[in-house]
Antibody
Framework: QVQLRESGPGLVKPSGTLSLTCAVS?????????WSWVRQPPGKGLEWIGE???????NYNPSLKSRVTMSVDKSKNQFSLNLSSVTAADTAVYYC????????????WGQGTLVTVSS | DIQMTQSPSSLSASVGDRVTITCRAS??????VAWFQQKPGKAPKSLIY???SLQSGVPSKFSGSGSGTDFSLTISSLQPEDFATYYC?????????FGQGTKVEI
């Protein structure tokens, strides 16, 4: 059974950098899947942030592209998200997900982690 | 970006009802649509991919259809555990985009 678990600070100061890690179990980060981040502001809908492949190839949402960096760590079977210059608008539950692409789209979700941007 | 517009935004239904939610894309996206179910305080759950294929373990009371720009999710007989918010998503092009959600209430 594939499991994903997000970890990272729950509180980030404005203008700081939000950093999250997603630990993957039940699958290899080197498998033929994309590893993605999706966020959800409190009481609102879902927003796709971007994705990364095992090779390091990335696709980011243009609305966030200037502030987003994703990376993979094959030795730890995990991937990460950095979002810089955060504001209160970045307060959200952040989900890491496995995306099988055109084979079967997003199939597994992490439980999510709330990140609040506040001083 | 491709806009995904769901309708209705919310609906009230009873146990045993057949419910259909629609999703319209702002341009043609073949059949690259997924559907997700989210209960309050929980992560979304993947239901359907490629417009009509069920994810592993998803009961057959859920079905999806459509191609091009118009898609739908149907729940054949609503049960108490089905009351939730449902989202569509296109994965035909970048950035991936979601519909605004449809809340199914009792």
């Amino acid at each position: 059974q594939v499991q994903l678990r997000e970890s990272g600070p729950g509180l980030v100061k404005p203008s700081g950098t939000l950093s999250l890690t997603c630990a993957v179990s039940g699958d290899s980060i080197s498998s033929s899947n994309w590893w993605s981040w999706v966020r959800q502001p409190p009481g609102k809908g879902l927003e796709w942030i971007g994705e990364i492949y095992q090779s390091g190839t990335t696709n980011y949402n243009p609305s966030l592209k200037s502030r987003v960096t994703m990376s993979v760590d094959k030795s730890k079977n995990q991937f990460s998200l950095n979002l810089s210059s955060v504001t209160a608008a970045d307060t959200a539950v952040y989900y890491c997900v496995r995306d099988a692409g055109y084979r079967s789209s997003i199939d597994y979700w992490g439980q999510g982690t709330l990140v609040t941007v506040s001083s | 970006d491709i806009q995904m517009t769901q309708s209705p935004s919310s609906l009230s239904a009873s146990v045993g009802d057949r419910v259909t939610i629609t999703c319209r894309a702002s341009q043609r996206i073949s059949n690259y649509v997924a559907w997700f179910q989210q209960k309050p305080g929980k992560a979304p759950k993947s239901l359907i991919y490629a417009a009509s294929s069920l994810q592993s373990g998803v009961p057959s009371k859920f079905s999806g259809s459509g191609s091009g720009t118009d898609f739908s999710l149907t729940i054949s007989s609503l049960q108490p555990e089905d009351f939730a918010t449902y989202y569509c998503q296109q994965y035909n092009s970048y950035p991936r985009t979601f519909g605004q959600g449809t809340k199914v209430e009792i």
